[in-house]
């Protein structure tokens, strides 16, 4: 059972239902019951906390919100995960409050597909947290690789950490020292990366802070929105290249389909005690059933245990847990 959020979505809670009905998982939706009439299984949740709330207050001053129950959910056994397409700063503090951290784990990041063709990179942090150490960089990479296998299937994931240069002193102090962590490790480790490495399909995951890597993400995201816009239009611009697209109308849509981010279907918060999914707030029934559907994969395949014990192997867990984190992005 997932537990799926229907507030905060920008095409409304409908939306987010039909999602979850279609993905063929057993979902328990969290939403105005008024606007969900047809839809089983649905708990009467009409509280939001938007973009424009303190998440942390929030979520601890609203715990009749849709997400907060969604989360308490988890914690409380009645669910395996939990999806939202709203809020990510009040996804996270909800995680935060009713999850909780791993036990050694300094802060969680918010784990993201980007829809590279043949090869899908992840990307983390990606707005949970602005700040930035070196041993928050070396636990990334060993959270974003467990989970890469473990619901992806791909063995040995390949991992970069993203900087200004290849060489191992290129990038800030905490860069510097992450690489030389990261290189006496068991993970496939490329070292450091550049941004034009992201798309580069070499790699499996790309290791930064929460500030640089929402950044990435908003530009890779929007450069093949606009790729994909330029092409179409260069297509309909004249009979001859009009005819030059239907000879390639198949490869197209498959093009296209590859750079849909419905089709990699959200992020995950790594680093709780808990599965918890973000999709994009814009997400089509689509997108939101892939969230729900990886959501169940990631529960069925144990990614939480999973990547406890590759921090635990590593040796990269802390000895005691960090302070209470600080809730970096409203996205």
């Known amino acids: 059972m997932i537990a799926l959020d229907a507030n905060g ?13 279609r993905s063929g ?35 601890r001053n609203n715990p009749d919100a849709s997400i907060v129950q969604a989360a308490r959910a988890v914690h409380d ?32 990041a918010v784990a993201v ?12 942090d990606c707005g949970a947290s602005v700040d930035r ?10 959270m974003g690789a467990a989970y890469m296998e473990a619901v992806h299937g791909v063995a040995r994931p390949r991992v970069g950490l993203l ?17 030389r962590l990261l290189a006496g490790g068991p993970l496939s480790f490329a070292g450091n990366v550049e941004g034009d490495d992201i798309a580069g399909g ?30 179409r239009d260069a297509v309909r611009s004249g009979a001859v290249s009009t005819l030059g697209g239907l000879l390639i109308r198949g490869k197209a849509q498959r093009l296209r389909a590859e750079l849909n981010q419905d089709a990699v279907g959200a992020g995950i918060l790594l680093g709780l005690r808990g ?8 997400a089509t029934p689509a997108g939101v059933a892939t969230a729900v559907q990886l959501a169940h994969r990631a529960v069925e395949e144990g990614v939480v245990e999973r990547t406890e014990a590759a921090l635990r192997e590593s040796g990269s867990l802390a000895a005691a847990s960090a302070p209470a984190v600080s809730v970096g992005t409203r996205s």
């Open 9 to 21: 979505a920008d095409r409304g809670p409908r939306n987010v239902a039909e999602g979850g009905r």
């Open 25 to 59: 998982v057993a979902v328990t939706i969290f939403g105005p019951v008024a606007e969900l009439e047809g839809y089983p299984n649905v708990v009467d949740a009409p509280v939001a906390i938007t973009n424009d709330d303190d998440p942390a207050r929030a979520v």
């Open 77 to 108: 056994g009645r669910a395996g995960g939990f999806v939202t397409a709203g809020s990510t700063g009040a996804a996270l503090a909800a995680g935060l409050l009713h999850l909780k951290r791993m036990r050694g784990v300094h802060r969680p």
């Open 113 to 124: 597909r980007i829809p590279v063709p043949g090869r899908p990179v992840l990307m983390l």
């Open 133 to 142: 150490r070196a041993e928050w960089l070396v636990q990334f990479a060993y």
């Open 163 to 179: 900087s200004v240069g290849e060489e191992a002193k290129k990038g800030t102090d905490e860069v510097v020292e992450a690489n």
């Open 202 to 231: 070499e790699l499996d995951v790309v290791v930064t802070d929460g500030f640089t890597g929402n950044v990435a993400l908003k530009a890779v995201e929007g450069t093949a929105n606009t790729v994909m816009r330029a092409v």
């Open 275 to 282: 599965v918890a999914f973000i999709t994009h707030g814009n």
